[in-house]
């Protein structure tokens, strides 16, 4: 008797034409049939093991395991393929939690740890020789981590890399960005040019001017957007936490202090060990970012978190605005109102940037250390995407 199993979300997709539709073909390659996604599904997303899904499905586990290789090297191949697009989304999410699970899980095993000993000292003579005393003693041992939480990470990128070939990353990576009406750096298409870019930071560049562009939903085909509200947040909200998500993907300790917090910047972005922060403003502007007024109220902000921040122990800090384009003049004004604040420099970083940021510390996390960004932001500067 058959195994028939119901198709997930790829698998209903992948029928969306009807029962008795052939499967699509590109390039070749026709598309996995819903039986072979969801097998993929189980065992990538929901952990099930290959033993487990061959019982389930009434083959051998070496069967399981050809199609799991087929399914993930067909999607590898068909970056542009609307099921493609939407089981890397949803793999791609898988492996960023277990990339950050496993982070969690190194760091705390480098942890120092106190070892107390406990010793009992008799004397050898005298009036006291029955006499004992209990002797304490205290270790802090430090520890290198556990190097298991290493080879597990590794397997992961390993395994993100596999969902894009190295020659279509390479040409993805150095394609121009696609260009809005106005000249700027558009959001579309950014799961294609930043395959290692979690896919809820893939409408940064878009909502930098103020466009609420449903990016992951088009990409998923039908796989819901968040389920989080976000559709009713204003765009300028969910700019400033698309940035604070950046950042926190990049490895610093984000502190979100945002909208209805008085006179503050919308967030600070920290690096303890490296002893440098960052003070972040987002600014949704539909045709860029002009200075304004702002110089004033970015000026307090400088004042206020660079004397908390010196005062923690981080005493190297910059100001850096984020936002869909800059001026030249508007950045040499407020470097110009900012000699006399507490910030080393002030960066004008564009939102297309700040995606290759996450993207490419993703794809090198291996040899990517948040110390090599100070040298980024160092200086007056616009950094361009």
Known sequence: MKHKSTGGPAAKEHGAAGPGAPAQ??????????????????????????????????????????????????????PDHPLARNMRVRV??????????????????????????????????????????????????????????????????????????????????????????????????????????PAGLCDLADLARGVRNATERNATEGVAY?????????????????????????????????????????????APADRFGLVLDAKVRSAGYTLGTDDRQFCDYATRHGRELVQSGIDRIYFVVIGSGFRRHDLENLAGYMAAEPVRSVSFLEAHALMRLVNDSIQHRDTFRLADLEGLFFGNKIIEG
Request: hydrophobic share 35%.
């Open 25 to 78: 073909a590109t390039n070749g390659r026709r598309a996995p049939n819903p039986r072979d996604c969801r097998i993929y599904e189980r065992h990538v997303l929901d952990g099930e093991t290959q033993e487990a899904l061959a019982a389930d499905f009434g083959i051998s586990r070496q069967r399981v395991a050809k199609v799991v290789a087929k399914v993930e090297g067909w999607t590898a191949g068909h």
């Open 226 to 270: 968040r389920g989080d509200g976000d559709e009713e947040k204003p765009a300028s909200l969910l700019f400033e936490e698309r940035c604070a998500d950046a950042f926190r993907s990049l490895g610093f300790v984000v502190k979100e202090l945002g909208q209805g917090c008085g006179r503050t910047a919308d967030c600070l972005a920290l």
């Open 92 to 197: 791609m999410r898988r492996y960023e939690t277990l990339w950050n699970e496993t982070m969690a899980g190194f760091q705390r095993s480098r942890e120092n740890r106190e070892v107390v000993t406990e010793r009992t000292l008799r004397p050898t003579a005298g009036s006291m020789a029955d006499a004992a005393a209990v002797v304490v003693e205290r270790t802090v041992r430090q520890h290198p981590g556990d190097v298991r939480f290493l080879n597990v990470g590794v397997r992961v990128i390993d395994r993100q890399q596999r969902l894009w070939p190295r020659g279509d990353v390479a040409e993805h990576d150095s394609a121009a960005p696609s260009r809005d009406g106005l000249g700027r750096p558009s959001s579309s298409g950014a799961a294609t040019r930043f395959p290692f870019l």
